[in-house]
Structures are given as C-alpha cells and as structure tokens.
C-alpha cells in the first residue's frame, strides 16, 4: 500500500534502513520529490530520537529535521519473523538505502546480491565511512572524517587548535551524494530495467567537498593550513570589523574590488599597483587590511550591508541561526513549512530546490516510532 502522491518520484518506493544523518537525509529529500520512504527502525528506534536537548513536546528536533514525509515500521532483524517482513520489503521496493557496517546487513539476508537476486531492478545504496574495501572495519562518525580528512586542519585559528565545523557537514554531503548517486540509478534503470549499487562513503565525499584545498594538494602539491576566516587565494573575503559588529566583505573580482571602493570612499585604492589584481591584493592583505578596516569604522554592519549590496559587492552580517531564518525570510525564500496537520503539525526546513511543474510536498510529519507498523506489516504479509 504505498503512499499516493503525485511528485517526480511518484510510484517510486525506498526501504530505508538507514540512522542518523546521512541516510535519513537523503531520503527525506527524496520524500519531499514524492517518494514513498519507508523507515526501518530497531526496536528503540533511530539513535537520533534520543539525541536531546533541544526538543519539541518531548521529541529530539535532531531526529524531526531529517525524517519528514516517512513511514516507520520497527524490526528486529535478529527475529527471523521480523526479517522475513524486511527482506519483502526490500523484494518490492525500487530503492533501499542503508548505513549499516559494510556486509552488516548479509546476515539477514538484506545485503546487495540478496536483495538483487529476489528485486534484480532495484537501486541499492550503501553510505559508510570508509568505503566496503580496507575501511569497511572502520567506524563512520562525522567527527572522524573532519579529522582524518584535513578539514579540522583547515579550520580555526592559525596560532590555535584545530575546530570542527558547527555542523555534521560530511555527513549532509554524502546524503546528497547518495541522492544524486540514486537519481542517476534509477535513470539508468529506466532505460535499461537493470539496477546497481550506488556506494557512497564519507571520506570520499569529504575529499570532493573540499574542492581547491584538494586541488592544491593534488594538482599543485601544496598542503593548505588554516587561516582563520581568511582565504588563501581571494582578499578581501573575510570578516571585517565595522563601527558595531563584524561583516563579511568578499571582492571575488576587480570589479567588486572597485565598487567596494567607491562605497568606502577611497576609489584611489584601486589604482594602487599594490591592490590593482586580485593576486596584488592577496600578495598584500596585511597592508591593504587596515585601510579598507579605517573607512568601515565609520558605520555600523547593517548600513554597510544595505550600501554595499547597492552597489553589488557581496557582503553580510554575521548572523545566528534565527538571523539567517529571518533574512530568508526578508528575500522572500519562506525558508519554514509546515508538515502534518492539526497537534502533530510540525515546523520544518523548506526542501533546498524550487521546481516550476513538481514543487516538493511535505504530506506526513516524522512518524513516532513503528507508527504505521501494523498497516505496513498487513500490506507486506499480503500477496504481491
């Protein structure tokens, strides 16, 4: 009985027996494109559902922002009843998705070759920390991957330690990776009725997702340390203090270095050969710095922000979250929805992308553990 919907993804059914972040990620996005995501969790549920403070009327916010437009059924695998129910499951499905130790899932008969032999057009995902070859032994933790990968390297104060990023950013990366890797699957299926397997693993994604810190070690075999907020090859592009609070000034061009001149009052800087090319000025930072720094002293963030986005030179205040909501909010991006109807209404994150003909629906709120149970159980004991 699968959820009726009239998304891109309509008629498409993912068994998801992924945790955490990156899986479930990946499959609310595909919820949101009209998927039907069913949510296999354990008998305690998803990790994430305890994962507290904050919370919203008792419910982890952790385990809210991931799990919207989903079903869930609690299994235990370990029961052979239980099992029977979640390789049937995976029988039917067009996608299943798991992060599970890699060859974790073989022992219930849900590992890729079972699942294809029974399903042979399905889309199978697997997302692990370090790959199914020599990490597969290897714990797949956000934390670890910003460590073993450089980013906490690249990140901090140069005189201080190394920081991690506010977020589980490599975790949220390869849930997109995993997403792109099952569109592009199950496109391929389309045309040729033959599924695959879509392997995604965190470091891998990281490595990507650190883009010209990569390249310059792989394409110029230079190691890059961490600057603070500064950038290594752009300048200005950084926070820089104003007469209340800091702003972000970035000048990715001369153009906008010219601009931001104007703005500031002193258009003669950007005739000085000192800071007439980008790589002038980034030669030149430390003494190009404090003048653009004397002239912002005269006003505060928020007016530089207004007269410098007039201009078209990128800038912005440094925001806590709410301030980020709120200026969404300004530029008319309704960056909050509404899932679920009545007392089980829940606020959520507008899905990332617009769609002029199939926008992203958010039809079910994040289930309470095994909330749908016995319907799924009922429909997946029925014959095919």
Not at 53 to 74: F, M, Q
Request: net charge negative; aromatic share 6%; with cysteine.
């Amino acid at each position: 009985m699968p959820s009726s919907s009239d998304g891109p993804l309509a008629g498409i059914l993912v068994a998801d027996f992924s945790r955490i972040l990156a899986g479930p990620y990946a499959t609310m996005l595909l919820a949101d494109l009209g998927a039907d995501v069913v949510k296999v969790e354990g008998p305690r549920g998803d990790d994430t559902r305890t994962w507290m403070p904050p919370v919203r009327e008792e419910v982890s916010t952790y385990y809210l922002g991931v799990n919207r437009g989903k079903r869930s059924i609690a299994l235990d695998l370990r029961q052979e009843a239980d099992a029977r129910v979640a390789r049937e499951l995976a029988r039917r499905a067009d996608v299943v998705i798991e992060n599970f130790k890699p060859g974790g899932l073989a022992k219930y008969g849900l590992d890729f070759d079972a699942v294809r032999a029974g399903n042979p057009g399905v889309v199978y995902s697997s997302i692990s920390g370090f790959g199914s070859g020599a990490g597969k032994d290897v714990p797949g933790y956000d934390l670890m991957v910003q460590a073993v990968s450089g980013l906490m390297s690249l990140t901090g104060d140069p005189d201080g330690s190394p920081f991690r990023a506010g977020i589980s950013v490599f975790d949220v990366m390869a849930g997109n990776h995993a997403t792109i890797g099952i569109l592009a699957a199950l496109r391929h299926r389309d045309r040729t009725g033959q599924g695959q397997h879509v392997e995604v693993n965190l470091l891998s994604s990281a490595l990507t997702g650190l883009v010209n810190h990569s390249s310059a070690w792989v394409a110029g075999g230079v190691v890059p340390y961490r600057m603070g907020n500064a950038h290594p090859s752009l300048f200005p592009y950084e926070p820089l203090p104003t007469a209340d609070n800091d702003l972000i000034v970035t000048a990715g061009n001369d153009g906008q270095f010219r601009k931001l001149c104007q703005v500031l009052g002193v258009p003669e800087l950007a005739e000085d050969p000192r800071f007439a090319g980008n790589a002038d000025r980034t030669r030149n930072r430390e003494e190009l710095r404090p003048l653009l720094v004397a002239e912002l002293a005269r006003h505060g963030a928020l007016e530089w922000f207004e007269l410098l986005t007039a201009a078209g030179v990128p800038s912005g205040p440094i925001n806590t979250i709410d301030g980020g909501f709120a200026m969404a909010e300004r530029f008319g991006l309704d960056p909050i929805v509404e899932v679920g109807e009545g007392e089980r209404a829940v606020p959520t994150t507008r899905h990332p992308i617009r769609f002029s003909e199939t926008p992203a629906q958010y039809r079910l709120p994040p289930p309470g553990l095994d909330e749908h149970g016995d319907e799924l159980r009922q429909w997946l004991e029925a014959p095919a």
